[in-house]
C-alpha cells in the first residue's frame, strides 16, 4: 500500500510494475480520470486507486456561531474572518504547519502553479517551478496569517496538534476527506466536543474559477519483485473492488473510497457522518470534490521536496526569511538536487 | 658419568614430550573452537558489512542514469558538503558543552555519595542511575512530552512566577532541551563508573589525610580526583565516541520539534537521511566512513593526551 504521491519516487528505481495491461475498461470505469491521474505516471500505471483525500476545510460550529462567522468560501474571506475571530478574542483560526506539505503543494497548486512536469517517456527532463508567483503567493498568504497571529504554528501530526484540536485552540482544520477517521481515532469530537464539527468546501483562491485539490490517498501497488505480476495486479484491483469490502472500508475504516459505485452510491452520499455531527459531508463537500479533482503530477523525489519545503516553512516561521526567500532556497535546493541526481531542469 | 639419553620411543606410544604437544594442540583448537561462534557473528555482521559498506562508498548512484564507479569523489563530496560540516560543528559544538558538563555532574555526585553512608545515599544512587536503565528511546518520547505546551509542566511552573516558558524544542534552545535530555540519560552511568573507582580506593589514605589536617574537600580535590583519574578518562572517550555518533534523541524528537531539528542535523542522522529515506546507499555509507574517521581522529588524540599524564594531575 503506498500513497499516490510517492508512486513517482518508486517508479523511477523501478520498483514498481506496470499494471496498465490488467486495466480492462469496466475497472477503468470504476474511478474518474483524477483517480487514475494520481496513480499513474506517464502512460503507465502504477497503482490499483482505493481511497483518496479530497480536501475541505473543517470548522469548529460553536465557533462560528458564537463569533458570527459564515463558512468562507475564498481565502480572501477566510482571513477577514480570522481577523475578525481574533478581534473578539477568540481562538486561532487555523494552523501554519512545517509536517503538512502535501496539503502546502496542493494549495498551490489550487492557486495555479505546477510545481512539476514530469514525463517518464523522457526520465530525464524534469520542469520545476517553485519559486512562481502562485507558489510564493501562497506561502506568503499563510506567512502572513501566522505572522498577524491569526495562525498556529504547531507541527500538525503531532500530540500536541491533537490536544489542541481537542481543547478547541483551533476554529479551523484545512483537511481531507480522512480527517473524521484519522482525528476521531485519536480522540478528537469526543465527549464534549461531539458534534461541533462540521465539513466546508474549501475556500477558492478565484471565486469564479473553482479548483478542487486532494491531499493523500493510497494505492496498493506492484513491486517489479513480483514473479506473478498478473496475480499480484489481480489482487491489487480486487482487494476493495466488491461492495462489501468497500462498505467496510467507508464505514468502519472510514476512508475515502475512489471507486465511482460508492461515489454515486445514495447510501455514501446521503450517510450522516457522525463526525461531523450528522452532516450529510459527503454530499455537500467530498464527492463534489472528489469527482471535480483531475489528478497532480507529483515530483519523482517527493521525500526530498517534502523536506525542503518543510524546511522552508521552518524558516519562514523562524524569521530566518520572508515567504518569497524562502520560496527561492527551496527551488535552487530541489533543481540542485535534480541536477545531482541526473536530471535536466527545465 | 650417567648420560641422560632419550629412550628410544615406539610411534605413536604415550611420551612425555608428544602428549605435551598433543594436549597444547588439543587446547589450542579447543580455543579456536569456543571463540569460532563469537569470530562468525563478529566477521559476519561486523567485518562484512564494513567492506561491502567501503565498496559502495566507491560507487555513485542516481536517480535516472547508472551506477557510476568514482572511487574517492564521494569522499571529496562529503568532506565539502556544507551539510555534512554543519552536522559535524553541531556534534563538536555539543560535545564541548556536553562532555564536561557530564563529566562534573557525574563527578560531584559521585563524590557526595561517597562521602554520604546513610540510607538516603543509597536510595539516592538508585534514583540518580534510574535514567539509564531507561531505554534511550523512551527518555526521549518522555522529554518531548515534557517540553511540550500542552502536554508538559513547564506552562505551570513557569506560571507560578509569572514568566513565559522557553520553548526548549523551539529552533533558537534545541541545542539545551537536547543537552538537558543527554545529561539527565547519561550523567548516572557515570556515576556509578566513578562510585565505582571510588571505592576502590585506599582509605588509609584519608586517615593519613585527616591526620595531616586535610578537611573533606582538600581530600575530594587532592586524593580522590586524582586516584579516579582513569575512570575519568574512560568516561571522556566513552562520552566523546558516543556524542559524536548522536543520533537517537534528535531523530526521535525530530517530528515534535516543529522544524528545528532538520534530517542533517547531526552526521548520523544525515548518513540515515541519505541511505534509509532517499534510498542512496552509496553516499550515506560514505557519510559514515567519513564520521568514523572524524571520532577515530578525535578518540586517537585524546587517547594520546591522557596517556602518560594519565589524566589530570594537578
Known sequence: MIEADRIPNYQIQGALADISDYVDASIRSNFSDGAWNDVSVGAGIYGAPIDGGPMGMIYRTDVFETYDITPPTTWAEYETAAETVKAAGGPLFGNFATDAQAAIMALQIQNGATPFSYDPTNPGDIGISLNDTASKGVLEYWARLSEKGLVGTTNQFTPEYIAGMINGDYATEISAAWAPGYLSGAGVGAGDGEGKWAAAPIPQWDANNPVAINWGGSAFSVTAQSSQPELAAKVALGLYADDASLTHGWENQIIFPLNQQVLGSSEFNDYEVPFFGGQQANKEVFVPAANAYKGFTYSPFAQFYYEALGEAVATIHAGEATASEAADTMQSRVAAYATEQGFTVK | ?314
Request: proline share 5%; charged share 10%.
Open chain 2, 1 to 314: 658419568m650417567s648420560t641422560t639419553t632419550k629412550q628410544p620411543q615406539e610411534a605413536g606410544s604415550n611420551s612425555a614430550p608428544k602428549r605435551k604437544l598433543r594436549t597444547k594442540r588439543r587446547h589450542t583448537v579447543a580455543g579456536w573452537l569456543f571463540m569460532m561462534p563469537f569470530t562468525l557473528v563478529f566477521l559476519t555482521f561486523l567485518v562484512a558489512p564494513l567492506f561491502y559498506a567501503a565498496y559502495l562508498s566507491t560507487f555513485r548512484s542516481a536517480l535516472v542514469g547508472d551506477t557510476k564507479f568514482v572511487l574517492f569523489d564521494n569522499y571529496v563530496k562529503a568532506l565539502t558538503d556544507p551539510q555534512f560540516l554543519d552536522g559535524v560543528s553541531f556534534v563538536l559544538r555539543f560535545a564541548v558543552i556536553l562532555i564536561p558538563l557530564q563529566m562534573g555532574v557525574s563527578l560531584i555526585v559521585a563524590l557526595l555519595l561517597d562521602q554520604l553512608t546513610t540510607k538516603f545515599a543509597k536510595a539516592a544512587r538508585l534514583m540518580i542511575f534510574l535514567p539509564y536503565a531507561i531505554p534511550l528511546v523512551i527518555g526521549a518520547i518522555m522529554w518531548g512530552f515534557l517540553y511540550s505546551k500542552n502536554f508538559g509542566p513547564m506552562g505551570e511552573i513557569f506560571g507560578l512566577i509569572g514568566a513565559i516558558p522557553p520553548d526548549l524544542l523551539s529552533r533558537e534552545l534545541i541545542f539545551f532541551g537536547l543537552l538537558n535530555l543527554v545529561t539527565w540519560q547519561w550523567a548516572g552511568y557515570y556515576m556509578i563508573i566513578i562510585f565505582a573507582a571510588l571505592q576502590g580506593i585506599d582509605s588509609t589514605l584519608y586517615e593519613a589525610a585527616r591526620i595531616d589536617g586535610a578537611n573533606n574537600l582538600q581530600i575530594a580535590l587532592k586524593i580522590k580526583i586524582p586516584l579516579v583519574t582513569p575512570a575519568l578518562v574512560l568516561i571522556l572517550i566513552f562520552a566523546l565516541i558516543g556524542t559524536l555518533q548522536f543520533f537517537n534523541e534528535p531523530q526521535i524528537l525530530k517530528p515534535l520539534a516543529a522544524g528545528a531539528i532538520d534530517a542533517s542535523f547531526t552526521p548520523n542522522m544525515y548518513a540515515y537521511q541519505q541511505a534509509f529515506l532517499l534510498g542512496d546507499f552509496n553516499y550515506g555509507s560514505t557519510i559514515s566512513f567519513v564520521l568514523g574517521a572524524v571520532v577515530f581522529v578525535f578518540v586517537y588524540i585524546f587517547i594520546f593526551a591522557t596517556r602518560r599524564r594519565g589524566g589530570f594531575m594537578l
